[in-house]
């Protein structure tokens, strides 16, 4: 085949994923609409938001993750988002293109999209805000994700063109979130300004702009009229610290915060039961994902039969009844078990099965040995739990429950031989495999296959859809059928709201995600 010809092709394959017309035009997708309400939504009010975690710093740039992305999406936006399916759609980039060979990234921004100081975003801020974070004196949190752009410049007002040393299409999921690059008016912070003066704030282009903030206290932003999106329903919020989870429910109870995140399972299970009236709530099924590592030091954990015998001793539907009363999701893949990438793995659950765990020890040589497994001391029942069930098939485990500082010094030690692990689930599979399962880049475990490492390389250069699903099929089978480490569940986090509260949500219904904070669509009864 000649090298136009596959030119040609590659082409094609990339503009169909970006979402491009075959001319080269950008196409304009759009995100998907809600259905309509069955009430009108009303203008005005105040919705105050009962906070599990505080945050210290208003900078856009830095700690642009869990609870702090949480608040600052409230007033700062990225070129791109992802819908509920995982998808790349639009947001304060119109539109975008990708070169055949999959290095540079062209994103024509929306026109008339404005600061909160009135100013026009354009293309300078787009290049300012990502050499800002670029710029490792910044501290800025996407400073190792935007690493790999050698260049970056604007065509016109409108138009920016990133170029990157090798192809990714894990990029474009980088540009859909305020982790990597929060986009915010070109000079508003000096090279190596990390904290804010008290009360000063960093222009954003969100539905809200923030007019007040304290450490430990309440934290105000007040609806921004001109919105590109259209204004918001109510006109303030106001996110208030209650780090005591029984008194944050209770303010949710009394009415003293309308919302509240981080309720505990038993809490939730009492409103689904009816017990406690005037609140709902929503739920996120990716709240974390907990797994097992292996220490692959042990030369018994490179025997698959071992991890597999392991696997066969967990009963993983009475762990989640066990140690979090329901309020988890069993789990095979470190992926949404909803969207596109899981379905298309649709892997087979592990059972437990005894019987076969006991055969699988004695292939492995298992002769009793102690294995010590490590965990946080807030895990108490769930490690109990485990030691249990490893007991009930013959498997002689130790806990070591230490504090968190501790337990990542013998992490980085490899003083283990099991270890409780939690993990990060981006909508891209490059990104949330990548530090689990690539040889060079593994944090924990040392785990290798190269295969592995193949498949991820080729998904993080292909841009096909169905090929990078085909190729995350392949690349999970490996790592489910040989146990890389033993999957137990997604934990479930729930956010409580009173009756007043409405339009909060993901499309998906009675669920929220968690990196998406939905107030420019919520309104009060």
């Known amino acids: 085949m000649n090298k136009g010809l596959i030119s040609w092709i590659i082409a094609i394959t990339v503009a169909l994923f970006a979402g491009l017309t075959l001319d080269g035009t950008a196409a304009q997708k759009q995100p998907p609409q809600r259905t309509a309400p069955k009430e009108q939504p009303k203008m005005g009010g105040t919705l105050v938001f009962g906070l599990g975690k505080g945050h210290a710093n208003l900078n856009p740039f830095v700690a642009t993750s ?47 999209v404005k600061f909160h100081n009135g100013k026009e975003m354009k293309a300078d801020d787009v290049v300012w805000s990502a050499n800002h974070v670029k710029d490792p004196k910044n501290g800025a949190f996407g400073q190792e994700m935007i690493k790999d752009v050698k260049s970056l410049e604007k065509i016109d007002d409108y138009t920016v063109k990133f170029t990157l040393g090798s192809p990714s299409a894990t990029f474009l999921f980088h540009l859909g979130s305020i982790r990597m690059l929060p986009i915010a008016p070109a000079g508003s912070l000096q090279t190596g300004q990390i904290k804010l003066a008290a009360n000063s704030f960093v222009p954003g282009t969100g539905p809200f702009m923030f007019e007040k903030a304290q450490p430990g206290f309440d934290t105000v932003a007040r609806k921004f009229p001109e919105y590109w999106g259209g204004p918001a329903f109510v006109d303030q919020i106001i996110f208030r610290p209650i780090s005591d989870t029984a008194n944050r429910f209770n303010a949710l109870r009394t009415g003293d915060v309308q919302m509240a995140d981080r309720i505990s399972a038993l809490d939730a299970a009492r409103v689904k039961k009816g017990e406690v009236k005037g609140i709902a709530m929503l739920e996120n099924p990716l709240g974390g994902f907990r797994h097992i590592v292996f220490n692959y030091d042990n030369p018994l954990f490179q025997k698959v039969e071992m991890r597999q015998a392991l696997s066969y001793a967990v009963d993983k539907k009475r762990f989640v009844s066990e140690v979090f009363f329901g309020a988890a999701v069993p789990a095979e893949v470190m992926m949404d078990p909803k969207g596109m990438w899981a379905r298309a793995a649709n892997l087979p659950p592990h059972k437990r099965d005894l019987i076969r765990a006991k055969a699988l020890l004695k292939a492995a040589g298992y002769n009793g040995q102690e294995l010590v497994l490590l965990g946080r001391k807030f895990e108490n029942e769930f490690l109990e739990a485990l030691q249990r069930m490893f007991r009930e098939a013959g498997i002689n485990v130790r806990l070591e429950i230490l504090e968190a500082g501790v337990v990542e010094e013998r992490y980085i030690q490899g003083k283990y031989d099991l270890c409780s692990d939690g993990a990060n689930v981006s909508d891209d599979p490059v990104v949330t495999f990548v530090p689990e399962y690539y040889t060079t880049k593994v944090e924990k475990g040392h785990y290798s296959n190269p295969r592995v490492d193949r498949l991820l390389d080729g998904l993080g250069s292909e841009f096909d859809e169905k090929k990078r699903l085909k190729m995350f099929k392949e690349l999970v089978v490996i790592i489910h059928d040989e146990i890389a480490t033993l999957p137990l569940c997604f934990e479930i986090r729930y956010i409580g709201m009173t009756e007043k509260v409405q339009g909060y949500g993901s499309l998906r219904g009675h669920s929220f995600r968690e990196n998406q904070t939905y107030f420019n669509q919520v309104w009060l009864k």
Request: hydrophobic share 35%.
């Open 66 to 112: 869990s609870s702090t992305q949480f608040v600052k999406e409230s007033s700062y936006e990225s070129l791109l988002a992802s819908d509920d399916d995982g998808r790349i759609v639009p947001k304060l980039a119109a539109a975008y293109e990708v070169s055949a060979g999959g290095t540079v990234f062209t994103l024509r921004l929306r026109k008339g």
